[in-house]
């Protein structure tokens, strides 16, 4: 079976990108922007890639109103994916390599799940005794025992998953905050698969995701939100839409490892600032916005109608998302 691995980037390939791309198993594409190198390209006759470069068109109505310059372009990968006959999405960056233990999970099952209604998780003290968290996590919850997962409330499950975030060791997604306060490495412990039940909630990013095709529509990054933002929003309104649909979030142990391109901690940090302020209430405008008859693109533009009303995104995104989902079916 091929797998559909999605990215965008502004550099040559990076080594990331060439351990992927010789898996023959791999089918790469590469969602371009004006600042990717005109002459991207990767010397491997076996590879499958491609690029699809900003001034070229794959026929789609979302990229006639996608900005530049935006980590949004990565969805006219996903497109390309989608029409290729893609079942399973997986999503990654370009300064993320895959491990020797890198597999396709099975979506069939989750071997644990954390009880219902917990609100927010930090999935990462559950993976590592370490003091850290995910990009997204509330910070006012970093040092709240009830966020911590206890051992004896797991239980087997058989879960439907939807969406699976491997976790990715040596620097993992965390915020600014962390990385200018401690920026200490971390090595996740090898631990069984997770599945969070409805009701339990942790951000999760694009970085070592996979997707079922029936969930494809969530996949949609905002695009009138900060770059450092617009993957966790999109994260925390998938999971109240996906219990709608009866599938659920799991989080894997680590398959990547991250070698993290060079980054300005302090814009990163005044990028992330809406995910600071906003990430409990981006929950429940989700929760309070969905309506259980409908279907799932019907409630994601509701989700996103009630974000606009109350400024977290703008205008814009509606025609954008519009586009979006038509391009997805």
Known sequence: MTNFVVLTTIFQPTDAILRLASNCDNYIIVAGDRKTPENWSIKNAAAKVDLIKHDCSIGSKLEKVLPFNHYSRKMLGYIFAANNGANVIYETDDDNYPKDNWYMPDFASAEKFVAQDRGFVNIYKYFSDSDIWPRGFPLELINDEKSVINENELQISDLKI???????DNEPDVDAIYRLLKNNKCVFDNKPSLALSKGTICPFNSQNTFTRRELFPLLYLPSTVTFR?????????????????????CFTKATA????????????????????????????????????????????????????VENIVKKEELNILQAWLEDIS
Not at 162 to 168: A, D, M
Not at 229 to 249: K, Y
Not at 271 to 297: D, F, G, H, T
Request: overall charge negative; aromatic content about 12%.
């Open 229 to 249: 933002f617009t993957d966790i929003l999109r994260g925390l309104i998938a999971q109240p839409l996906m219990w709608n649909e009866g599938f659920h979030l």
């Open 162 to 168: 939807g969406i699976y975030q491997g976790l990715v």
């Open 257 to 308: 490892i991250q070698e993290r391109n060079v980054h300005n901690y302090l814009k990163d940090f005044e990028s992330e600032i809406p995910c600071y302020l906003l990430a409990q209430r981006v929950v429940n405008i989700a929760i309070n916005s969905i309506k259980p008859a409908n279907s799932l693109k019907d409630n994601m533009f509701s989700v996103y109608e009630s974000l606009l």
